[in-house]
């Protein structure tokens, strides 16, 4: 895993969201896209070298409108980069992590990722995500 590519914060309120962490982080969203397989529009800031997206459901029966039902708004996930997806989830399931998806999905700002269940990560949902590369 190369570094930390994001956290994800799980939000009620997209636009209200957005307006706080750009005053919090004093620089503008740069990016919001909707990932209908995921069910949420995400909104995505820049601090350096590091990243946070929002979350926010777009349907309640989504993952992000179940975390917030079960835990309220905060700190969903963390993404690590990583150069080869595949490899890396070859490597965590032969470690014995519980892998919460079989193979790579498109998710938000031009990833691939896959999730690895926070019951093997004291509590913590820990997604791995690879730049999809356009040749």
Not at 79 to 88: G, M, Q, R, T
Not at 92 to 112: R, W
Request: proline share 2%; net charge negative; aromatic share 6%.
């Amino acid at each position: 895993m190369k570094k930390i590519e994001h956290i994800g914060i799980a939000v009620k309120d997209l636009n209200r969201s957005i307006a706080i962490y750009e005053k919090l982080l004093n620089t503008d969203c740069y990016k919001t896209e909707q990932v209908a397989s995921e069910l949420v529009n995400t909104a995505f800031f820049k601090t350096g070298e590091n990243k946070v997206e929002l979350l926010q459901a777009t349907a309640p029966d989504s993952a992000i409108a179940k975390f917030i039902e079960k835990k309220g708004e905060g700190i969903h996930h963390i993404a690590f980069l990583v150069d080869d997806i595949l490899a890396e989830m070859e490597r965590l399931h032969k470690e014995g992590f519980v892998l919460l998806n079989d193979s790579p999905k498109k998710g938000a700002d031009n990833k691939m990722v896959c999730f690895v269940h926070p019951k093997d990560t004291n509590g913590v949902l820990i997604e791995i995500c690879q730049e999809i590369k356009w040749i």
